[in-house]
């Protein structure tokens, strides 16, 4: 009974030594003696105990690796990158899967040498630009590296997804020395923007000024020709009236002296009424009558000449 209970117990630890599980995303690799058997997808396989061995496992799904290194351009400028690159399995083929296995001894080692590639092939790219160039060929310098270093993966078995260079950086001097440049441009920009709109304010005020006296010059000369064509109306009535009046007292046989008076007298009634707050000063001696008579007879004169 010892000896079949012991065998029994020997079966079961056989038993559960030749399984294993292969979990999702992962390809087991086996090796009989130290040398490749095949591999195992994942599920539960079972395996010779003792002889078979999970060697390694090999993951088919998305990586990612960070990077940060130095690079010095053309002009001898230290630049600082951070990039991120996206990689895979190349396919699940055996031969790719042998490949990823035992081309590198260890993990670590592979992640050392894709981390060296890729730092020299930008600083390659970087050494032929000047410092002044690095921000604006941030994406050349990502399509130069994809273009190299997928060829070098598919060697050790991976594929390319993507690269990111997320971040670029120089030293403090470099840095604050820009900083300048950018500050002093935005000014310049700023002043200039703020002389074009100083210059346009000016100008519309200058055009509004201009409209405004050429409205008020024809506003003028508009009032100026009412002005005279009232003043001639008014001087044309006037002489109207007093070659009526004229006429009127002739028609009642009245001396002319008798009707050249009652014209100076209305004449001074009318000046009268319409300078009512000032003073009127008149001549009125003999002959400073005399000479009015006289002046009001030669208009008289006139306008019956002309009559």
């Known amino acids: 009974m010892i000896f079949l209970a012991g065998l029994a117990l020997l079966v079961l630890i056989l038993w559960f030594s030749s399984l294993f599980t292969v979990p999702q995303g992962t390809i087991a690799v086996l090796t009989m003696f130290g040398k490749y058997r095949r591999i195992a997808h994942p599920g539960l396989h079972g395996r010779i105990p003792f002889l078979e061995k999970v060697t390694k496992r090999i993951s088919i799904q998305n990586r990612t690796v960070e990077m940060a290194f130095q690079a010095i351009t053309l002009d001898q400028a230290n630049v600082y990158f951070k990039s991120m690159m996206l990689y895979a399995v190349m396919n699940q083929s055996e031969e790719m899967i042998k490949r990823v296995a035992f081309k590198f001894i260890s993990q670590d080692a592979f992640i050392q040498a894709l981390s060296r590639t890729v730092e020299g092939m930008v600083r390659a790219f970087v050494a032929s630009k000047r410092q002044a160039e690095i921000l604006s060929v941030q994406q050349e310098i990502v399509e130069a590296v994809k273009a190299r270093i997928d060829k070098t993966l598919e060697v050790w078995g991976f594929h390319l997804l993507d690269l990111q260079i997320n971040d670029v950086t120089f030293d403090k001097v ?52 009412m002005r005279g064509q009232a003043i001639a109306q008014f001087r044309s009535e006037v002489a109207l009236g007093m070659k009526r009046a004229a006429l009127e007292m002739q028609e009642a046989n009245l001396d002319n002296h008798v009707i050249l008076f009652s014209m100076w007298t209305e004449a001074l009634k009318n000046v009268a009424e319409a300078n009512k707050h000032g003073a009127i000063f008149l001549d009125g001696s003999v002959q400073g009558f005399e000479q009015t008579l006289k002046r009001l007879m030669a208009v008289q004169m006139q306008q019956q000449q002309g009559g």
């Open 174 to 225: 470099i840095m604050d020395s820009m900083s300048q440049v950018v500050a002093s441009k935005n000014l310049k920009e700023a002043a200039e923007n703020e002389g074009q709109a100083l210059l346009i304010t000016k100008t519309k005020a200058a055009e509004a000024e201009a409209v405004t006296i050429k409205i008020s010059a024809e506003a003028e000369r508009e009032a100026s020709r």
